[in-house]
């Protein structure tokens, strides 16, 4: 069956410190794959995308690599904040519908003082 | 300018009743998504409008599940006679254009809970 998984375990890291967040798929070939943030309450709020034929983006602090021969993309928060602390989440899109975003559970970031 | 905005931000019903969500979307976007996402969970795709056309359909889980959107703008989904698995926060989000990688903006839900 079609698959996104994410880390399933909350992050805990320190202020300054850069956070990776893994998103592994299956039986999937995205035409591309997005990453959002999530605050308790309110809905997910877009970050960066990533097409299949791109390996590497950057925003700031943030920077997205998409691996399709692994199947995984890595997000990374470099130079952490305790506003950062959120829940991420990995959206794909599927080649065939792409219109249509699956998404992975999320992760939740805490980013200590 | 004003973001998506969604009614109610909450709603308790009891099991059985119908229940009619509301979305207003970001003025002149094309694009309108419905998702589902319940506690500790992802979203779930739900249903797309392209205008008042609905092109996918595929993600409502069963045909109490009802969404339009009349007039290319507002759109209402509508759940009949309520299950307590319905319970989950539903999202709405819209997007300027039709183009796959057009970023969508998210309302912030309306938490139903079925009783």
């Known amino acids: 069956s079609q698959k996104i998984e994410q880390n399933s375990e909350a992050l805990n890291i320190q202020e300054g410190k850069t956070a990776t967040l893994t998103c592994n798929y299956t039986n999937y070939s995205p035409a591309y794959l997005q990453w959002y943030r999530q605050d308790p309450g309110r809905g997910p709020v877009f970050l960066l995308l990533i097409r299949e034929n791109e390996k590497e983006k950057r925003k700031e602090r943030l920077k997205v690599t998409f691996d399709t021969t692994l199947k995984q993309s890595l997000f990374h928060i470099t130079a952490s904040q305790p506003a950062d602390s959120a829940t991420y989440l990995c959206?794909?899109?599927?080649?065939?519908?792409?219109?249509?975003?699956?998404w992975g559970l999320g992760t939740s970031l805490a980013v200590n003082p | 300018g004003a973001g998506v905005s969604q009614s109610p931000r909450y709603k308790v019903a009891k099991r059985g009743q119908d229940v009619a969500l509301r979305c207003d979307p970001i003025?002149?976007?094309?694009?309108l998504f419905w998702y589902q996402q319940a506690l500790g969970q992802g979203p779930e795709f739900l249903t797309y409008?392209?205008?008042?056309?609905?092109?996918?359909k595929s993600g409502l889980p069963s045909d109490r599940f009802f969404a339009e959107r009349p007039e290319g703008s507002v759109s209402t989904l509508k759940i009949q006679r309520t299950q307590q698995e319905d319970s989950a926060v539903y999202l709405c989000?819209?997007?300027?254009?039709?183009?796959?990688?057009?970023?969508?903006?998210f309302g912030p839900g309306t938490r139903l809970t079925v009783l």
């Open positions: 989000a819209s997007s300027l254009g039709a183009a796959m990688t057009d970023t969508q903006y």
């Open positions: 003025s002149g976007h094309v694009s």
């Open positions: 409008f392209q205008n008042e056309a609905q092109l996918d």
């Open positions: 959206a794909l899109a599927h080649a065939g519908n792409n219109r249509k975003l699956i």
